[in-house]
């Protein structure tokens, strides 16, 4: 009954959205079989041989579950609170803690050769894949062949199909034993094929980098990896801070000095003076003024850059710190009602109307959005904290429920 009542009162948005990936699904399924000639003679011509092509081509399929999901990626649609209490859980701290006890000598060494502490890489192990105990079960070669012939981002995702075919051609990886994401990521560490070809490492030294079945080699990967990516030794990823009262909120999203943070009134979570370094930080606020804030260090743009989220780099970094000792939020984050992308769909429209550039609607609310939001917060004069809550919602005249 309840099933049925909800159902019915849903907003016409969410009716819309099924539609949109419905048509979506169905273009993708027209388009299949021209796409796929196309790619065979892309990946023909990348080195790719006509018996693999033969052996793969001929299966591949359109997945709709694949479709589906990309349009409702969590980092898109989750509040932080949402997003953040599934990942860092204390069973993913426990876990973390008994394997960094389990792989110590392992760890140790891969921190000393990448420069990549343990606790980080195991962050990162534990968020992609429960530690190895779940690496997905969807077929990456049919779910990267669906995204490539898809119209959002088929380039980036056809490159991704061609070196996976490389891939198996070069290590002779079955396409049965290529199982991962919906979006084609792989093993323990979830990378996708470019990541696998550019950076797997064969650790144990078995003649082959085996992602699925080597921890050792998964966990050197990653190492390896991080450090390609900018992996600064030595240093933290961040941390959560304390804002003064009376806060410039148009400061979120600005990179300074610490020191100047520190002039600024920022303090550590616990109520302490901010340390200062010879660093930069940027001011994050995933949850507007009413939640947790933070600040990101270097290497909290090289998480970024293996997951564009703030939500994913905060998660990340915060498990790391809570494997090896530290405490949970100083400032939890706080419940709040979950926007649709045709939600923030809408209120990218509304604030282009108003003079207010967010850049193309794309349901997803970037850096560019959250600049312009909170010039509209600032005019409107409520907090201008980028966040799109009920006042916001109200101030543009769109129905937040």
């Not at 991704?160 to 994401?181: H, N, R, V, W």
């Not at 610490?258 to 995933?286: H, R």
């Not at 970094?317 to 419940?335: F, M, N, Q, S």
């Amino acid at each position: 009954m309840t099933l049925v009542v909800a159902m019915l009162a849903a907003p016409t948005w969410a009716n819309a959205a099924d539609t949109d990936v419905t048509q979506e699904i169905a273009q993708v399924t027209a388009d299949f079989p021209q796409c796929l000639q196309s790619f065979a003679e892309q990946a023909k011509a990348q080195g790719v041989t006509d018996a693999t092509l033969n052996t793969h081509l001929k299966n591949l399929k359109v997945v709709n579950r694949v479709i589906e999901l990309d349009r409702k990626q969590p980092e898109f649609t989750s509040t932080f609170a949402g997003y953040f209490n599934q990942r860092v859980t204390d069973w993913r701290v426990q876990k973390g803690r008994e394997y960094l006890a389990e792989h110590r000598a392992l760890l140790d060494k891969l921190s000393q050769q990448y420069g990549v502490p343990a606790q980080y890489l195991l962050a990162f192990w534990g968020m992609e894949t429960n530690f190895g105990g779940y690496k997905g079960k969807m077929p990456v070669l049919d779910s990267l062949a669906t995204l490539a012939c898809d119209h959002r981002r088929s380039s980036f995702f056809t490159k991704e199909l061609i070196t996976a075919l490389q891939l198996s051609q070069k290590y002779d990886f079955p396409a049965e034993k290529m199982q991962g994401s919906w979006a084609g990521a792989m093993g323990h560490t979830q990378f996708m094929p470019s990541a696998y070809a550019s950076y797997a490492v064969d650790a144990d030294g078995d003649g082959k980098a085996d992602l699925w079945n080597s921890t050792e080699d998964a966990l050197a990967s990653a190492a390896n990896f991080l450090q390609h990516l900018g992996w600064q030794r030595n240093q933290r990823w961040g941390r959560e801070v304390l804002l003064p009262q009376a806060f410039d909120f148009n400061l979120i999203g600005q990179t300074k000095s610490l020191s100047e943070w520190q002039k600024l009134g920022l303090k550590e979570a616990n109520g302490s003076v901010l340390p200062v370094a010879d660093m930069t930080a940027t001011l994050y606020l995933p949850a507007g003024h009413q939640g947790p804030a933070f600040i990101g260090y270097d290497n909290f743009e090289v998480i970024k850059r293996w997951n564009r989220s703030d939500f994913y780099a905060i998660s990340v970094g915060h498990l790391a710190d809570r494997i090896v000792g530290a405490g949970k939020l100083a400032k939890a984050p706080p419940e709040q009602q979950r926007r649709s992308r045709e939600q923030i769909k809408t209120l990218q429209q509304k604030l282009n109307e108003l003079g207010f550039d967010a850049g193309k609607p794309d349901g997803i609310l970037g850096s560019n959005s959250r600049q312009s939001l909170r010039a509209f917060q600032a005019s409107k004069g409520l907090i201008p904290d980028g966040f799109p809550d009920d006042d916001t919602f109200a101030a543009l005249g769109i129905t937040s429920s």
